[in-house]
């Protein structure tokens, strides 16, 4: 997976050779079920058309760049290792937020994919907005690309990153479980004498006691305020929580 940077700018010159690219769209935070679909279908195209695949995401969601405030409750870099290690696309497109972004009208947008990426399918979540003030919509792609050329994924009620921030939060493995589609798993790195800190998330688990899986061996442990203390040498662990107890 080749990650690239972009402003959107038509003067960009990218050093790739891309004839057909089919891509999706999204912020990805927390890659629940609706988005390992969208990421799927991507690849599943791509293949069947011997085309490029890639993913166009963004270095921070619109309204956290408005409001001056991150409201991620997962870190980028692991975001993005997940993606690789997982699905690995062709690329990974982040467009880089900022005043100029933010004034693009859709029809600029979808003249810099047309154009600079070479893109001919979009596979997307059916509440996909984008442009300035969020003019652009599914309408507008398929009026752009043509209808057959745009895949959409409604949305399913009860799956969202917002709720898997919630559920984090109040220590509700189960239901991040069902909506993640698979165990949470995250990373930790030492921070102090067997003490190591979960460095995924900018929110803070529920203090208590989980059942974890570490290095194919089952533990219970005690997390407060995203600590956990192994004995362990290792500079980083990666555990899945399995249930709070």
Do not use: W
């Not at 690219?21 to 629940?32: L, M, R, S, V």
Request: hydrophobic share 40%; net charge positive.
């Amino acid at each position: 997976m080749i990650k690239i940077k972009t402003f959107l700018n038509k003067e960009e010159m990218f050093d790739f050779n891309i004839t057909n690219n089919i891509i999706c769209i999204g912020f990805f935070e927390g890659i629940h079920k609706m988005h390992k679909k969208i990421i799927l279908e991507t690849k599943n195209i791509s293949k069947l058309e011997k085309s490029t695949s890639s993913i166009i995401t963004f270095s921070e969601k619109i309204s956290d760049f408005l409001n001056k405030k991150s409201n991620n409750f997962q870190s980028k870099e692991h975001k993005y290792n997940l993606i690789e290690k997982k699905y690995n696309p062709d690329f990974l497109f982040e467009i880089q937020v900022n005043n100029e972004i933010i004034k693009k009208s859709p029809e600029e947008f979808c003249d810099f994919l047309k154009t600079k990426l070479s893109v001919k399918k979009i596979v997307v979540g059916s509440d996909f907005r984008f442009g300035f003030k969020n003019e652009g919509d599914i309408n507008f792609l398929q009026n752009y690309f043509g209808k057959s050329n745009i895949i959409v994924f409604e949305r399913v009620v009860g799956i969202s990153s917002t709720l898997i921030r919630e559920n984090i939060s109040l220590g509700n493995i189960d239901k991040v479980k069902q909506i993640l589609g698979e165990n949470l798993t995250v990373s930790l790195k030492k921070v102090g004498k067997n003490k190591y800190l979960i460095q995924d998330f900018n929110i803070t688990l529920a203090k208590g006691v989980y059942l974890i899986k570490i290095q194919k061996e089952l533990r219970k442990v005690k997390i407060i305020e995203n600590i956990v203390h192994f004995n362990y040498l290792n500079e980083f662990l990666e555990i899945e929580i399995l249930e709070k107890l």
